[in-house]
């Protein structure tokens, strides 16, 4: 079992930055990719960026590329999602997770395990 607490998510102006932070508990962090979801209100969870074990491979989804940077700290177990030039299509409650297995992935059903969430609000 892992167990994932987001953090940093917060109301920022267009343009602005934020940090999320994932911090995971449970069995050794290293063996898991990780993966960062984001699911705005009325619409489907969507894939924003994973990172494999050793964080050398990373995806980004389109609508993100080149503003987010996912990396992550295996000695502090969390993973972080550093996100700027932030726009209001981004607002939604921000989704970390975990999957067994040291390869990144871009599909919501190979995660086995979810943290509650963090509502990150873009206002324009």
């Known amino acids: 079992q892992v167990h994932l607490v987001e953090s940093g998510g917060g109301l920022v102006q267009a343009g602005g930055s934020l940090t999320l932070s994932c911090a995971a508990s449970?069995?050794?962090?290293?063996?898991?990719?990780m993966g960062w979801f984001r699911q705005a209100p009325g619409k489907e969870r969507e894939f924003v960026a994973t990172?494999?074990?050793?964080?050398?491979?990373?995806y980004y989804a389109d609508s993100v590329k080149g503003r987010f940077t996912i990396s992550r700290d295996n000695a502090k177990n969390t993973v972080y999602l550093q996100m700027n030039s932030l726009k209001p299509e981004d607002t939604a409650v921000y989704y970390c997770?975990?999957?067994?297995?040291?390869?990144?992935?871009?599909?919501?059903?190979?995660?086995?395990?979810w943290g509650q969430g963090t509502q990150v609000t873009v206002s324009s």
């Open positions: 449970g069995r050794t962090f290293s063996n898991y990719a």
């Open positions: 997770a975990a999957r067994p297995s040291i390869v990144a992935a871009t599909a919501r059903v190979l995660y086995n395990y």
């Open positions: 990172i494999s074990w050793s964080g050398g491979t990373t």
